[in-house]
């Protein structure tokens, strides 16, 4: 190998990394590895069903998330403090997206009364209206972020229990950090098993 191709296969290999990076969080799929994907030193455990859990204390801060949901009014996670948060990661385009949308506005509409709120973001969806159009099939009553370049999936910190693919579920406790997280399609049972325990704890 000569010197002179040595940097341009440098720059190929980080591009390359970079792309991997892209295509793994905008990949749609139903299947799941159950892979935790936080390296070897993890405060969380994954289980053969692909739901990543973290124990209270060892858990960490979801970011600070602001923007505007697909009606264009201002979003903000904070405004959930106090709140179990429930953050599921969906673009209209994903088929495993569209199975799963009926269990999570039940879940949504079962939960509210005990204090448990859903946000969405929305992504790789250039337009709202596509995702607008989604969110009035499958009767979806929660707000979403709007975040078509995935800014805000970046913000969750790495090793963390953080979005790796489409869908991906979040459950963020009551203090604001990250308890749970589902890389796959959920179904009521599923994402109440994530939901309960959050519930449960005082």
Known sequence: MSLSRAPRRTLLAAGAGALAAALTLSACSGDSNGKSGGGGDTN?????????TAAKGKRV?????????????PLDLAD?????????????????????AKYLEKV???????????????????QTAPA?????EFGVSYPSFHDPIG???LKFPKGSL????????LV??????????????LDDKMLRSMVDPLIAEK
Request: glycine share 10%; aromatic share 6%; with cysteine.
């Open 151 to 153: 800014k805000l999936i």
């Open 172 to 185: 963020i406790d009551r203090e604001g950090k990250i308890a749970a997280r589902a890389l796959r399609p």
């Open 108 to 126: 949504a509409k079962d939960t509210k009364a005990q204090g448990v709120e859903f946000v969405g973001i929305n992504t790789r969806d250039t």
């Open 80 to 100: 959930y403090k106090g709140k179990i948060v429930v953050m599921n990661v969906w673009g209209s385009w994903c088929t495993p997206c569209r199975s799963e």
């Open 61 to 73: 801060a979801a970011p600070e998330l602001s923007g505007k949901d697909l009606q264009g009014k």
């Open 44 to 52: 969380f455990v994954t289980s053969t069903g692909g739901i990543s």
């Open 132 to 136: 607008r159009a989604f969110e009035q």
């Open 162 to 169: 953080n979005p790796q693919a489409i869908p991906t579920t």
